[in-house]
């Protein structure tokens, strides 16, 4: 029996010469590949043991003397198939693995770098057969692979090093040749005077397998060393792999090591020399968080992070601004539980209350109100007040207008601060119609509700000028803005209309009186609206350091997208959750305007990164807060682009069971809205619609399900999307379980299931009713009695379809479902010589199919895997 290179080791004693001429003359005329695979193995390497008891001749020894590299290529590369031909004895198994042994002295690195890809694969073989070949891998092939990490050849030690982590993953080597054999060599590789590639190699290898080995070997054998290599001051890459994988090596020894040994190295690789390295460290800047203290973590932490988010490379501060939601969500209390948020209490009344009392009683207090309409109401209040200017003001708890003392009052002031009224003495002057227009306007934060009667605080304005006026204060002139004006300021704020901010503008259109304006510069109108000081005390808290929050609420503006990276209001929608999870509900109005700036954001990749977390938001913040700021956006991304609304339509059913039932039933009306979409080909929007409309099903009361749900099922059914109307049969089968406790309603949607689909023109509509049939009756969703009512007569009409798939599944529905219920198998039950008389006319069908379904065992086919079968799926 003659073998190949390419499989078994065995050839036999008795080649004739002229075999080995024909084969030679078959390689001279076909090339070296023929020789390969045709020429008998004992030409090439010779004979080196017999085995006398089965006449074969074990090939293995002079495989490595081969001239031709190729052969000995393909002998590594047959290595497995080798063992697996003589596993059996285990003196022809140690004999292979001597020769394999020899191979890998292989003066060619191709050879060497294809026997170190069979190591792992030879490893798991031995492993599984460790009886006959005991301590097979740690004697003969654990030496290779450890050797190869140091090898001259690029190619071999990165085969290597990509063999010992499998091994290391599958758990193959044992603990003590992981402290013996491996962990030695790979701390002399990282030695100072080793090769530079290797070192650089050889720690990254320590870095990855540290998790694997555990807390006792890495600080006993590696943790020394990486402090080490975490100074190296000539290779910058080691430093580079040090700072990439701190996070994971903090993890693994723990908070203790880590506060003590490897802070102080982080310090020195976040201050790097090189951007490459900083970049690293801010990267993992998450995980070595997680590993410290909460002291730690808020004392030199947050201090060490926002000098990476002021780095001078704009590499640097993209990584730290991705990591900084990241970094923040460490905060949170080790206790902290998604589901308390959202349990009904006193505390979110409690906490609403108190900021309503803060709001109209301190106004200075800067605390927003839980609602978003009276944050839109706020912005109409504060165009309406008058911005008397002031050239040296005080501060005052009131802060509702502003002080203008009579030697100062001019118009040329330029320094406008919020304070009180104490004299009379006011000016009222007009802000030029482009000031109305500035950045600051369009992106603030909306200043708090005060509540002022408007009236009142023009006449008090009124009789203030007048004061003024007999004070010897010099008078300005108050033009008002006309009409046309106002239309045209409504005009250019409708592209951002759905900011809140701009809502509270547009209002002012309504109003008959004239908006009186202050000739004011942009600092003016800034301060005049809400001072920095106040603005900043709006998002204080407690739980993280104040400065990494406003570095977090910064994320969304303009500037940031052109100084940083054009994604960064994408990263913070990512991580808000997170955040919010951290700060709580009660630190909720830190994050409302944040969490609206990117709802409105005009990249669509932001809205859907929010549209797939919303319902995260509203589980944390629970029913009232999430009716009040979540609801409102949640409406705006189902009137959005189909990549935010799938968003929104996955997690449909999780959103809504967290809001109330009043609020739910609103939904109904627009869920038909869905079936419309941008494109008519995305029909995994029609499929993911009707997997959530099963979910909502136990939402709903059963009338609303038969009035708004029953038609979205049935349009859903004729889809051209087989995989769509599959997905909507299930759904109808619920809607009879729904339906099965409400009998009058049940009828009437049973009878218009079998006028749609039993006496549809079209096949695939008759298959579906008996589909919908078989899975009503296999799920028990509903009662055998009103089964053979309602649907089993015009079931059993399909018998004469004239299309087999309808007749195919008809039969699998009879034998494998209603035959197997005791029910119809009753003599007493008037359907059973019904049933009995389809099965035998289906028996005798014409077609095979039916045949075969109509007379097998119920248990040798199964629904799901024959029924779709059957169908052909039309796109």
Request: aromatic share 8%.
């Amino acid at each position: 029996m003659s073998l190949n290179i390419f499989g078994e080791l065995a050839v036999s004693s008795r080649a004739s010469l002229d075999q080995l001429v024909k084969a030679f003359i078959t390689a001279i005329m076909l090339g070296w590949w023929v020789l390969l695979t045709v020429f008998p193995m004992s030409l090439i390497v010779g004979v080196d043991d017999y085995n006398s008891e089965s006449d074969v001749i074990i090939i293995p020894s002079a495989l490595g003397f081969c001239i031709c590299f190729i052969c000995r290529q393909m002998v590594a590369r047959s290595l497995l198939d080798t063992l697996k031909a003589v596993s059996e004895d285990e003196r022809d198994c140690i004999a292979v693995l001597e020769r394999v042994s020899r191979l890998a002295d292989d003066s060619e690195s191709t050879v060497r770098a294809e026997l170190m890809e069979q190591i792992p694969h030879i490893a798991i073989f031995c492993q599984e057969n460790r009886p006959s070949i005991p301590f097979a891998f740690s004697k003969y092939l654990l030496p290779i692979v450890v050797r190869y990490l140091a090898d001259q050849n690029n190619l071999v030690r990165k085969t290597s090093q990509a063999a010992l982590l499998m091994l290391l993953e599958q758990e193959l080597i044992e603990r003590t040749d992981i402290e013996n054999l491996v962990c030695p060599v790979l701390v002399d590789l990282t030695a100072p005077d080793s090769n530079d590639d290797v070192k650089t190699e050889a720690m990254a290898i320590i870095c990855k397998m540290s998790p694997m080995v555990g807390k006792d070997i890495t600080e006993r054998l590696f943790l020394s060393r990486f402090c080490e290599m975490c100074c190296d001051c000539r290779m910058f890459h080691v430093r580079k792999v040090c700072a990439a994988n701190f996070g994971d090596i903090c993890s693994v020894v723990g908070g203790e090591a880590t506060e003590e040994l490897l802070l102080p190295r982080f310090f020195q690789l976040c201050s790097d020399n090189v951007w490459g390295v900083r970049k690293a460290c801010a990267e993992c800047f998450m995980t070595v968080s997680s590993a410290t203290s909460q002291e730690v973590r808020r004392t030199k932490l947050a201090s060490l992070f926002i000098n990476l988010i002021s780095d001078p490379s704009r590499w640097v501060r993209q990584a730290a601004f991705q990591s900084l939601g990241q970094f923040i969500s460490t905060f949170a209390s080790p206790s902290t539980n998604v589901g308390q948020y959202f349990k009904e209490g006193t505390e979110d009344t409690n906490w609403n209350q108190q900021s309503h009392n803060q709001t109209t009683t301190h106004a200075a207090d800067c605390s927003p109100t839980p609602s978003t309409e009276d944050s839109a109401k706020t912005v109409q209040e504060s165009f309406s007040l008058e911005i008397p200017v002031a050239e040296n003001p005080t501060h005052s708890p009131e802060g509702t207008t502003v002080e203008v003392p009579e030697q100062s009052a001019s118009v040329g002031s330029t320094d406008v601060t919020c304070t009180t009224l104490p004299r009379p003495e006011a000016v009222k002057v007009e802000i030029p119609e482009q000031e109305l227009y500035n950045s600051f306007h369009y992106w603030r934060t909306p200043i708090l509700q005060i509540d002022l009667d408007l009236e009142l605080l023009e006449a008090k304005c009124n009789s203030s000028s007048e004061a003024s006026v007999n004070s010897s204060c010099t008078q300005v002139s108050t033009p008002t803005l006309g009409r046309k004006q106002l239309e045209e300021l409504i005009e250019n704020l409708e592209p951002h209309i759905d900011d809140p901010d701009v809502k509270g503008v547009c209002t002012l259109q309504s109003q008959e009186s004239t908006l009186p304006m202050s000739h004011v510069d942009e600092s003016e109108l800034s301060d005049s609206s809400m001072s920095p000081e106040d603005e900043r005390k709006s998002k204080q808290q407690d739980v993280v350091p104040q400065v990494l929050l406003d570095q977090y609420l910064s994320m969304t503006d303009p500037s940031r997208a052109q100084t940083v990276d054009m994604e960064i209001a994408k990263h913070c929608a990512y991580s808000l959750p997170g955040v919010a999870l951290t700060l709580g509900r009660q630190n909720w109005h830190c994050l409302r305007d944040t969490f609206e700036t990117l709802a409105s954001d005009m990249q669509w990749k932001v809205r859907r990164t929010l549209a797939f977390s919303i319902h995260e938001l509203a589980l944390i913040l629970g029913d009232q807060l999430t009716a009040e700021d979540l609801v409102p956006i949640f409406n705006g991304f189902l009137k959005d682009l189909d990549e935010v609304r799938i968003g929104v339509l996955r997690h449909l059913y999780d959103f809504l069971k967290l809001l109330h039932q009043e609020t739910r039933r609103k939904y109904l009306y627009q869920l038909q809205e869905f079936l419309v979409t941008d494109n008519s080909r995305n029909w995994r929007f029609r499929s993911e619609l009707a997997e959530q409309l099963v979910l909502l099903l136990e939402l709903y009361s059963g009338q609303d399900v038969y009035d708004y749900l029953r038609p979205l099922a049935f349009c859903l059914c004729t889809d051209r999307v087989s995989s769509v109307r599959w997905t909507s049969y299930r759904l109808v089968s619920e809607i009879i379980r729904k339906l099965s406790t409400c009998p009058v309603l049940l009828v009437d949607f049973l009878g218009e299931l079998v006028d749609k689909f039993c006496h549809s023109p079209k096949w695939s509509g008759r298959q579906a009713f008996a589909f919908v049939c078989q899975l009503a009756i296999e799920e028990d969703c509903v009662a055998l009695e009103q089964f053979s009512e309602h649907l089993l007569a015009p079931l059993l009409q399909l018998a004469s379809d004239p299309v087999p798939n309808v007749r195919v599944l008809l039969a699998k529905t009879l034998r494998q479902s209603l035959m197997e219920r005791e029910y119809f198998l009753h003599s007493s039950n008037s359907h059973q010589e019904a049933l009995e008389q389809t099965l035998v006319a289906l028996q005798m069908d014409m077609d095979k199919d039916v045949k075969y379904f109509a007379s097998v065992h119920p248990g040798s086919t199964r629904i799901n895997e024959d029924a779709m079968s059957t169908t052909s799926s039309t796109y």
